[in-house]
């Protein structure tokens, strides 16, 4: 068993590395003070190629998989969670149409979302369908050449800014479940309209907005897959994206240690730097240690995903330990910083609040235990 990086992917966490340090470290506070957006940053990162990871490069892709993907995300996530979220979530869409769209919705859309520089969301949750994504009420209802689609979806990463959404609605509400379905609905089209824009807690510039369809028409075209597999297809993308959050979790808890360090050899107290003092350094082993579990963890669910075998068990176990690990281990480094760390001048108190999302979104914990629990016992 390796567990050693290729060159290739050296290569890529060096190149994500001195990215997240000059462009996404100086606008870190800005961007969550402000809740803006940060879209001078997400251009950059389109021209790093880091929007097209693990998408071939004939789709305007920049190759790599899920493994680049981890490494790109967690590096980013040191400096910055909100930005981190925004590539991740952004990955849900581009994976979801490389699996499960047509030939010609590849070749139309992807290298809009990857190379084009075009943004995009997942539209799954409704005010009433969070945890349980079977009970959607959002329509689509096919009318000749189109689907019509009505309704509404909340807490939708970027969909106040996205050119494209991958919506999931039912096109036969008799079915329930089994009516779902996935479109692709550009957000130009007249019907769709952007409600509320929530005031988050953490994670602030990765905005999260509530989106509205009135008798939003679309070709029938934009059809994913088949009618009715909407849910199959939502599953099977969140299990990928549950890659994306464990990543971003791992990131937050790896800037946090890499804070903590800095700060603990700096700062003196009773005639030394505080490295000394042997609680801090139990704190420093135990956070460490958990950040070692979840590495793997999450590296271990990719490699499952990328050679084709059965993931959704681990994908939960590393989103679960992840993210969990990194409540822990921000909360830790906030400790050892003590009143600075709570203040604004430090980016622990940023840190805290964003980690917390993940524990919540992409499925709680909760959910991440009963998928689990499911898998061991049959």
């Known amino acids: 068993m390796d567990f050693n990086f290729s060159k290739s992917e050296e290569v890529i966490q060096k190149v994500a590395r001195e990215f997240a340090e000059k462009e996404v470290a100086p606008l870190a506070e800005e961007i969550d003070r402000d809740g803006r957006y940060p879209h001078e940053t997400f251009d950059k990162m389109v021209k790093c190629g880091f929007t097209g990871i693990a998408v071939p490069v004939e789709y305007g892709g920049s190759g790599g998989d899920d493994i680049t993907k981890i490494i790109v995300i967690s590096e980013i996530a040191k400096k910055c969670g909100a930005t981190a979220a925004i590539l991740s979530i952004h990955a849900v869409f581009v994976q979801t149409i490389l699996k499960f769209g047509s030939e010609e919705q590849k070749q139309k859309y992807l290298p809009l979302v990857t190379s084009g520089g075009k943004k995009t969301a997942f539209a799954l949750t409704e005010p009433n369908a969070g945890s349980d994504a079977a009970t959607v009420k959002t329509t689509a209802?096919?009318?000749?050449?189109?689907?019509?689609?009505?309704?509404?979806?909340?807490?939708?990463?970027?969909?106040?800014?996205?050119?494209?959404?991958?919506?999931?609605?039912?096109?036969?509400?008799?079915?329930?479940?089994?009516?779902?379905?996935?479109?692709?609905?550009?957000?130009?089209?007249?019907?769709?309209?952007?409600?509320?824009?929530?005031?988050?807690?953490?994670?602030?510039?990765?905005?999260?907005?509530?989106?509205?369809?009135?008798?939003?028409?679309?070709?029938?075209?934009?059809?994913?897959?088949?009618?009715?597999?909407?849910?199959?297809?939502?599953?099977?993308?969140?299990?990928?994206?549950?890659?994306g959050i464990a990543a971003q979790a791992l990131g937050?808890?790896?800037?946090?240690?890499?804070?903590?360090?800095?700060?603990?050899?700096?700062?003196?107290?009773?005639?030394?730097?505080?490295?000394?003092?042997?609680?801090?350094?139990?704190?420093?082993?135990?956070?460490?240690?958990?950040?070692?579990?979840?590495?793997?963890?999450?590296?271990?669910?990719?490699?499952?995903?990328?050679?084709?075998?059965?993931?959704?068990?681990?994908?939960?176990?590393?989103?679960?330990?992840?993210?969990?690990?990194?409540?822990?281990?921000?909360?830790?480094?906030?400790?050892?910083?003590?009143?600075?760390?709570?203040?604004?001048?430090?980016?622990?108190?940023?840190?805290?609040?964003?980690?917390?999302?993940?524990?919540?979104?992409?499925?709680?914990?909760?959910?991440h235990k009963v998928v689990i629990s499911r898998a061991v016992l049959g």
């Open 141 to 243: 209802i096919l009318d000749g050449d189109e689907y019509v689609l009505n309704g509404t979806k909340c807490f939708i990463t970027g969909g106040n800014v996205a050119d494209y959404v991958v919506v999931f609605a039912s096109t036969d509400p008799s079915k329930g479940v089994k009516g779902l379905s996935a479109i692709i609905v550009p957000t130009n089209t007249p019907g769709f309209s952007v409600g509320k824009i929530e005031n988050k807690m953490g994670i602030r510039a990765s905005q999260t907005a509530e989106i509205i369809f009135d008798n939003c028409r679309v070709p029938k075209e934009n059809l994913v897959g088949k009618e009715g597999q909407g849910f199959k297809i939502a599953m099977i993308g969140l299990d990928g994206a549950r890659i």
């Open 252 to 367: 937050l808890a790896e800037g946090a240690l890499e804070e903590s360090v800095s700060y603990m050899k700096e700062r003196v107290q009773f005639g030394k730097p505080i490295a000394a003092l042997q609680g801090l350094q139990w704190y420093v082993a135990e956070m460490a240690t958990k950040i070692e579990c979840a590495k793997w963890m999450t590296y271990r669910a990719a490699y499952l995903k990328i050679s084709g075998q059965p993931f959704t068990k681990e994908a939960a176990m590393a989103k679960l330990n992840a993210s969990e690990t990194a409540s822990f281990v921000t909360n830790r480094a906030l400790q050892i910083h003590g009143g600075y760390g709570y203040m604004k001048d430090y980016p622990l108190e940023r840190m805290v609040r964003d980690a917390k999302i993940t524990e919540i979104y992409e499925g709680t914990s909760e959910i």
